[in-house]
């Protein structure tokens, strides 16, 4: 009898064996299919083989305007980077043009704000340093929750969403004018602008824009913007 025991308890080892070996062979075959697709960027361990997606990207500034704090960078498009070389010729004029300063204060704004490709994420708002201060906070958020608000995150360059792009920017007038800021009523610019883009997603493709100085600075901002001529 012993022996037949002694038998069955190896049958019994012999069947749990082979069970906890067959669930080896089946974790070790879901693990192989994941390590495959994240290799073909489509499973959970997308980025794995390739450390760089796991950094965030790195953004080097070009060429900046220090006094006014324009700049530019790698990651801008080269139709931009040729606008602020403009915008920068401008600026550095004995005396400026403020009609004509305004008008690419104007320019700028709409080409930054609207080219969403080079953006970060919807936290990262284009337009802003062509903003006025006072009413920053405000724009940001407006910004963030209307034309940025499906914009997915690139922090480590894996983005695949198609974003707009600005193309071209035609001004088609500049005129001086007033306008109200807190109490006083100070000199504007009405800038109004059709823009095209690279690829037409539905966005905006004219507006005007209320450019003025900024208090104690020789630097003009936007202060009103209408998707409408």
């Not at 489509?42 to 704090?69: A, H, S, T």
């Amino acid at each position: 009898m012993a022996r037949i025991v002694m038998t069955e308890k190896k049958k019994k080892r012999n069947i749990v064996k082979k069970i906890l070996l067959t669930l080896f062979i089946i974790a070790l075959l879901v693990f192989i299919g994941l390590v495959i697709a994240g290799a073909l960027h489509k499973g959970p361990l997308k980025g794995w083989f390739k450390g760089k997606e796991n950094v965030p990207i790195e953004i080097k500034v070009l060429d900046e305007v220090k006094d006014y704090g324009y700049k530019i960078s790698d990651r801008d498009t080269a139709y931009y980077k040729e606008e602020f070389a403009k915008l920068k010729e401008i600026i550095n004029e004995k005396e400026v043009d403020e009609k004509k300063y305004s008008e690419y204060v104007a320019r700028m704004f709409v080409n930054d704000l609207y080219t969403m490709s080079t953006k970060v994420n919807k936290y990262d708002v284009g337009g802003i340093e062509y903003y006025h201060v006072d009413d920053l906070d405000d724009f940001t958020k407006s910004v963030m929750e209307n034309i940025y608000k499906t914009m997915l995150d690139d922090t480590y360059g894996t983005r695949e969403q198609k974003l707009p792009e600005v193309k071209s920017i035609e001004t088609v007038s500049v005129n001086e004018t007033t306008y109200k800021l807190g109490t006083n009523t100070v000199k504007a610019y009405e800038v109004k602008l059709k823009w095209t883009y690279v690829n037409d997603m539905g966005y905006d493709t004219e507006g005007t824009v209320i450019v003025v100085q900024q208090n104690g600075t020789e630097k003009w901002s936007v202060v009103d913007f209408q998707p409408k001529l």
